[in-house]
Nanobody, 118 residues
Framework: QVQLVESGGGLVQAGGSLRLSCAAS????????MGWFRQAPGKERELVAS????????YYADSVKGRFTISRDNAKNAVYLQMNSLKPEDTAVYYC???????????WGQGTQVTVSS
């Protein structure tokens, strides 16, 4: 089992920045690819960014390319999402996930709310 706990969400003005953290625990969590999904009210959950277990390959949704950066520190059992130039449309609950396949994942955190005001 893998346990994931997100932190770092909050309220920020458009153009601002936030850094989300995901604390991971459990056997072999570092063997999995990791990522961040988000879900806004009335919308489907979408994959925002993902990173392979060694950190040498990343994926970003077109809507966040150039603004968000995903990283991981296996020694610190953590995955991060640095979000810059935030827009109101980035408002959503953000979820950390492990062992991602397309739009699905085997392990999920409880989510953290990000609200961007205009």
């Amino acid at each position: 089992q893998v346990q994931l706990v997100e932190s770092g969400g909050g309220l920020v003005q458009a153009g601002g920045s936030l850094r989300l953290s995901c604390a991971a625990s459990g056997r072999s969590w570092s063997m999995y690819n990791m990522g961040w999904f988000r879900q806004a009210p009335g919308k489907e959950r979408e994959l925002v960014a993902s990173i392979m277990r060694t950190g040498d390959s990343t994926y970003y949704a077109d809507s966040v390319k150039g603004r968000f950066t995903i990283s991981r520190d296996n020694a610190k059992n953590a995955v991060y999402l640095q979000m810059n130039s935030l827009k109101p449309e980035d408002t959503a609950v953000y979820y950390c996930a492990a062992n991602i396949r397309a739009t699905k994942a085997d392990y999920w955190g409880q989510g953290t709310q990000v609200t961007v005001s205009s």
